[in-house]
């Protein structure tokens, strides 16, 4: 199995990433997983519009996405949230992919994550990212809000803390 794993957020420090890392490390302790993770900075383009779009066309960064989706067997994202919803630099990716195929998630296994520093752990956006997928051919498994990053993730292990947001990672996980 190719298990693709990013974080929907371009900070250096991005605690979904770390997030969605961890999560992907849990699934490659099975055996014949291969584990991918993607910089979504890898993919930077200029912010979508239809008119960047006829002068452009498909940027290569939105074909190798979309071609890196399609390649995987299952995907995490683990979603940062930005005044309650997507990051700009994430909706910009989505944007210009989804112009290449509506279908951009290709009907793979997915699980969606999100985490952030206070009380919240990003609900918001990941509700928002559950309930579109399907739309975008996103298969749903299941998905998980992380709350209080730091009280229940241990940075210096690089992994949770908190033995039941670790057993509800592991239930995600293993539909997977």
């Known amino acids: 199995m190719k298990l693709l794993a990013f974080a929907a ?20 302790h099975s055996n014949g997983v291969e584990v991918e993770i993607l910089d979504i900075n890898d993919y930077e383009m200029p912010l979508f519009s239809e008119d960047k779009e006829s002068q452009l066309g498909q940027p290569q960064q939105a074909k190798d996405f979309f071609a890196k989706l399609g390649q995987a067997d299952a ?11 997507y990051t700009a630099a994430y909706k910009n990716l989505f944007d210009w992919t989804s112009r290449i195929d509506q279908n951009l998630f290709q009907n793979k296994p997915m699980i969606l994550l999100s985490t952030s520093p206070g009380p919240g752990g990003a609900a ?16 749903v498994k299941a998905s998980l809000s992380i709350p209080s990053f730091y ?9 949770l803390n908190n033995a039941a947001l670790q057993d509800k990672l592991q ?3 293993a539909l997977l």
């Open 9 to 28: 957020s371009n900070s250096s420090k991005s605690i979904n990433k770390q997030l969605a890392t961890y999560a992907a490390s849990q699934v490659k």
């Open 75 to 85: 995907i995490i994202i683990s979603f940062a949230e930005h005044n309650g919803s």
């Open 124 to 139: 918001s956006v990941l509700a928002a990212a559950v309930g579109s997928a399907p739309y975008f051919d996103g298969n």
């Open 151 to 159: 009280d229940n993730f241990d940075m210096e292990k690089q992994q």
């Open 171 to 173: 239930s995600a996980l």
